[in-house]
Structures are given as structure tokens and as C-alpha cells.
Nanobody
Framework: QVQLVESGGGSAQPGGSLRLSCAASGNIFRLYAMSWYRQGPGKKRELVARITIDGSRKYGDAVTGRFTISGDIVKSTVFLEMTSLKSDDTAVYYC?????????WGQGTQVTVSS
């Protein structure tokens, strides 16, 4: 079993910034990638960003140029720097990883962008 714990959510004004953190623990032996997903009110869960063990990064279209994923897969930690926040970024943000074909999710952290 792998446990994922997110932190850093909260409230921000449009144009503001927030930083999310995720730490994995438990029986970790081979993580290839760690990702951030989000689910806004009435919306489907969507990929926000992914970082792989070789350092490759992938971003969702809605956040490209505004969000940056960083971290160390070997150390099982990942961060999401969110800038130029918009009201549409309001969502629960989830940390995600896959190991040995099993997908793991964190409990989620709420991000609210409002003036």
C-alpha cells in the first residue's frame, strides 16, 4: 500500500498564487510518475500535471504556462506551484501515483479562487 498526503490548499484571489505539496509513504519500491489531478464543482476529474522519474513533465491545457510541477520521484515528493490563478481553478486537487499496476490517490486538498 502507498499513502499520499497533500497539503497547501486554501483560498486565493484571482491572479494570486498557491503551492501544493504531496508526500508518498508506505510500501514504495518503484514509482514511475506522480501526478496532480483536480475536480471542480460539477466537472470531471482532469489531469493537471505529471512528472516522471526521468524528469519529463506534462500539463493539462488549462494550466500550461501558469502551473509548474516539480519534485523528486525517488524521494516520493511532488509539488505544484500555481500562479495567475483563475476562478476556474477552484477545485479539489488530488495527488496520484501508480505502482505495480495499482493506482493510488490522496484525500484531496481544496483550492478556492475568489475575490
Amino acid at each position: 500500500q502507498v499513502q499520499l498526503v497533500e497539503s497547501g490548499g486554501g483560498s486565493a484571489q484571482p491572479g494570486g498564487s498557491l503551492r501544493l505539496s504531496c508526500a508518498a509513504s508506505g510500501n514504495i519500491f518503484r514509482l514511475y510518475a506522480m501526478s496532480w489531478y483536480r475536480q471542480g464543482p460539477g466537472k470531471k476529474r482532469e489531469l493537471v500535471a505529471r512528472i516522471t522519474i526521468d524528469g519529463s513533465r506534462k500539463y493539462g491545457d488549462a494550466v500550461t504556462g501558469r502551473f509548474t510541477i516539480s519534485g523528486d520521484i525517488v524521494k516520493s515528493t511532488v509539488f505544484l506551484e500555481m500562479t495567475s490563478l483563475k476562478s476556474d481553478d477552484t477545485a479539489v486537487y488530488y495527488c496520484n501515483t501508480i505502482q505495480a499496476g495499482v493506482e493510488y490517490w490522496g484525500q484531496g486538498t481544496q483550492v478556492t479562487v475568489s475575490s
